[in-house]
């Protein structure tokens, strides 16, 4: 295997550790007399809390201290804030902390739990996003006009269960529909899922006498965590440190901030001592946050010739019962609210609102795979009301440099890349000509379905990443970032770039796995498919800062100008003459002439980068950039129903990404078959059931399916490369992508062979038999 | 007729040693290897017997240690993902790509040597039926099955 | 992690294992059979059951055992589902044990354990139904061999102390024509949303059902209407489908119409399949 760089299957750096056991993940770390802190959840969705009796639970020995709401003022959000870390007075949701138990051990803890006795007030329940903007619907937060906004750009409406609101404006609504000589409309469901990362959510909280919190979790946001903790609680940023190991599984769900809350406040109830929390996978489903649902009504135009004119678009985004990042959600929704296509005349309202099912964050996909769903579903429609083939529609409409998104930001080759070049490929990739829907007998449909999805960063305008850069004496390299390892070999790109940019082999250049605070530089969150682009960025400012310094102290050495130096092989030598050469251990920590003086000290390398050119959206029509990229992609899944049963099987998943430039190709392809695979698991069996109280059925894995080895189909994963200029080495961010069309492909292909419109997810077999038969026998 | 009650000192034959813990009857094997043995590579996704992710093998077999009784486990042979040197499975997968975040690794692992040492040549409805016990989130599985397809064949 | 205490008791011979239990429950520690555990370590955990002892039946020689004697299979109760698909005497049985649970579980769940299990399946009972198999009991008066219909009504009914050594077969019908069918919401290894299994004997199908209601079961009258030559398949369908309607369950994993709409084509197909044989 090629040793060196970009463009090269690499394997990644942690290899050996994660099939040896030696990688250890947030709850490895077991020290002795670490106490254990449980919680006690809510089993109403929305109720006034009447007594909490915590007497027997408190007499239990060896329990050291039980918090409840009451204890407790705080009240956060990382955007809106409007939740308490511990329920007070009332529980929104099913799974809801209401009371934390500090413990010797968790077998105490749990006897604890058992004996804590709630007493409920059942209210009504707000049991879908639809129900909550209801005339008289029920309030979830009467007093959500004196909750503090942390941003400047959410806009909650007090006196409704409307969390915020964003809306695009552009062009001429009515004028586009007048022109639309077909016009299709439909309605949406789409319930809340679960990340379901392996490793459930867990956090560990120290503070020592002088102060100094330790925290260690399983996040996707260390710095995020040091800085929430230190402005929650009123701490110096300095004294909150926070590490971060292997991560086992983010997707989304480790960006937000909640047991590391709850863990502090149970470490200080307890004088600071260690505390641990984990979540049971129970909990870890209801309690801590979910993928948002989402309800839209999409009404869309096109002329004869099969020109898209207009686009009237409502989406309502369940947040739950608290904010937390569903007002990010409703605008990543709302800035690429139309799909990958070019639409002069846009209208679309994403009301971010309140229910009473748990609260949501982040998820692979940021949203897109959920509004994707619904715009791919409207496209195919109207391709076939036209009579035209749903490829070629696609590709008439695509948005091509020139035209302008929602936010009215003008594409170009480099922002976008290259969607019909996708397109293409994915056609041969399914052999589309083929036809979409055949009947192979024996009750028996193969159907073909497919989507094209596109996604920008949605990051905040003034995110930084960072990176260190130190030598060892033998000359290889310790690269020091602050973005986490939880599967996407993000850190192993990193010693990619830098391997490139410095000509050297990279099993040479060691980084570290962990993260902490207190010496790696930040990095915004590992999140967004953005870490590439901005971590990427700072490591070659520092591979440029560190080659500077060792060209200015070769050329003193050498007595030649710097100019004329070139760094290779961990070498600088002269470029006409590389016969003439210093080696990297001769002058990284100094160099030292024969009579023992010696100049310059340690090589230090550092690199710093922050976003630019991206601004906050204009309220009233959503103008402005959200990102400085998109990646675009077409995808297809090919399938088997049965028409008698209404089950099915995947036969083949296809996707074409415009990648820009493929860093590592294994690693590329491994990461959208993985996004794939999770798309699938959305299209065809995840979500979460509610009951009529509100309360969420599925909360274990054993009703709360993913997909299993054996169930997948044929993967077929090929890349497209149109350069991203302004991205290291011109690639794009890939590792969210591979989810976001698959369920709408899903949902297009059984659509196709069930002859029925299929606007729901996810699709099981009762489902579609509901909707083809209306439910009778 | 065995008995145990209260805590108490036993020993246990894990990755061929033998090891004293102290255990109650109620704890599961799982958090006593975790927990008493430092053995983390078994790890807890579920503690409900879905996920696979602490798989052991007991007597060469895999069993999840969250439903497994530590004083089940008495007398007989445990292997974790620590006691398994430089076996082909563990190449194949780090070559095949067959993990990202490496949380459910070493429950595939065993799964996948018990496998190969039980079944050398195992029909493919045989392979989907041992590693459908367990969950990855973050692969396709596809990256799993071309590991073990590359030992089952030699080719790793 | 279970968060209370109990005693831990593995009896070598029957008698130990009742003496035990009855003494334990004397003493009022609320003791359990321990098969594989599998369902009492999750209960245990999630705090829905609890227990002040456990006596494993899984070192006495009389339930592990797994063979034939006479013109009879025996299946001891501490056998575990792999036991019994690796052995494979009994292929209906096989299939069924082999489509519990997934393959590491099917290594630790005994036949007995889900014989007696609370969770409403119990699939491994169906074979039994379908072939009046024969329950062998051990409890205070030593032990007791039952037709398995007088103790298995909707779930197993066992007097305190009492549990189950093994079940025994004729042989005759392990060669019997057979089908299983496993419906599930959408994915392989589930609850079953309808699993149906049968055997055709001398020209007659005998079928019985998990799933379906709220306990497994086999009725005399179902099988009377399956096999009603003057009907027509789908309208013996219909008329069992109407016949069950009643006990029919609705939940997470599929409405109680949409169970009936599997259930007719179910009947339907295995009718089709059989009646060649
Ligand atoms: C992932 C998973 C999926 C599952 N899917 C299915 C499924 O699809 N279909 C299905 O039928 N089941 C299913 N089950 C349930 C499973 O069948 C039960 O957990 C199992 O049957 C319990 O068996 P065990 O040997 O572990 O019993 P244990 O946990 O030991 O005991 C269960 C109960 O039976 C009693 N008991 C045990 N042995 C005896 C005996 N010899 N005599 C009298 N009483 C006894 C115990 O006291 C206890 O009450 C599933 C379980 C899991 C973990
Ligand atoms: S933790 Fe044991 S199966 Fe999930
Ligand atoms: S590698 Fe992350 S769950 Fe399998």
Known sequence: MPKTGIGVTVIRKEACNKVTGDAKYTNDFISVGILTAKMVTSTCAHAAIKKIDIAQASSLPGVRAIITGDNCSVIYGPLLEDRPPLAHKKVRYYGEP???????????????????????????????????????????????????????????????????????????????????????????????????????????????????????????????????????????????IVEVPFVGGGFGGKASIQLELLAYMASKAVGGREIKIINSRENDIVTSPCRMGLEAIIKLGASKDGKLKAIQMTYLVDTGAYSDTGPRLARAIAVDCTGPYNIDNVWCDVLCVYTNHPYVTAFRGFGHASYTFCIERMIDKLARRLQMDPAEFRKINSLLPNHTTPTQVKVTESNFGNLVACIDKLKTLINWEEGDRLEIGNDKIKAKGMACLWKTSNSPPDEVSGVFLTFNEDGSINLNCGCVEYGPAMKTTAAQILSEKLKMDINRIYVNMDVNTKYSPKHWKTVASMTTFMLGRAVLRAAEDVIRQLKSLAAVVLRCPPENLEVEDEKIYVKSDPAIFLNFKDLVHGYKYNNGNSVEGQILGRGSFIMSDINVLDKETGKGKAGPYWTVGAQAVEIEFDKKEYTYRFIKAATVMDAGNLLNPSMAESLVKGGMCMGLGLGSRECFNYGPEGEVLDTSLRSYKVMHFGETPQYLVEFVETPQLDSPYEARGIAEHGIIGIPAALGNALSVAVQAELDELPLVPETIWRIKTGGVL | MYSLKGKNIVQLNVNKEIHDVVIRPSDVLLNTLRDQLGLTGAKP???????????????????????????????????????????????????????????????????????????????????????????????????IGNAVRAILSGEI | ??????????????????????????????PVYYGGGTELISMARVGSQSFGAVVDIKNIPECKVLGFNADTLCLGSAITLSDITEANYFPLLSKTAGRIADHTMQGKITFGGNLASTIIYRETVLPLLLTNARLTVAGKNGLAEVEIGQVFKERLRLQKGEFLVKATIDKKFLIAPYFHVKKTKNEKIDYPLITAEGLKLDGYVRIAFSGLASYPFREANIENMLNDSSLEFSQRADKIVQALSGVITSDLYGSAEYRKYVLKNTIVNILETLKDQ
Request: proline share 5%; hydrophobic share 40%.
């Open chain 1, 98 to 240: 209401i009371a934390l138990v500090v413990a010797d051990n968790e077998f105490i803890a749990s006897q604890a739990v058992f004996l804590i006795k709630v007493e409920y007030e059942p209210l009504p329940v707000v049991n879908s996003p639809s129900e909550a903007i209801r005339q008289g619907a029920v309030i979830l937060h009467e007093n959500l006009g004196s909750y503090k906004t942390v941003v400047e750009d959410v806009y909650p409406k007090p006196g409704t269960n409307i969390c915020d609101q964003k809306q695009i404006r552009k062009g001429d609504i009515q004028k586009g529909f007048f022109e639309s000589d077909i016009i299709e409309e439909a309605r949406f469901i789409l319930p809340q899922s679960d990340h379901i990362a392996m490793e459930t959510r867990t956090a560990q909280a120290k503070i020592n006498a002088d102060g100094t919190v330790f925290i260690r979790s399983a996040s996707q946001a260390p710095h995020g965590i040091k800085k929430e903790i230190s402005k929650v609680f009123g701490l110096e940023e300095g004294k909150v």
């Open chain 2, 45 to 143: 996704g579920c503690e409900n017997g879905d996920c696979g992710a602490c798989t052991v093998l007991i007597d060469g077999w895999p069993v999840k240690s969250c439903l497994m009784l530590t004083v089940e486990a008495l007398g007989k042979k445990i292997t974790t993902v620590e006691g398994l040197k430089n076996v082909p499975i563990q190449k194949a997968f780090i070559e095949k790509f067959a993990f990202q975040c490496g949380y459910c690794t070493s429950g595939f692992l065993l799964v996948c040597h018990a496998l190969a040492t039980i079944h050398p040549y195992p029909p493919d409805i045989v392979i989907d039926e041992w590693l459908q016990s367990n969950i990855c989130r973050c692969t396709s599985y596809e990256e």
């Open chain 3, 1 to 30: 992690m279970i968060s209370f205490d109990f005693e831990y008791y593995r009896p070598d011979t029957l008698k130990e294992a009742v003496d035990i239990f009855l003494k334990l429950d004397k003493e009022g520690k609320s």
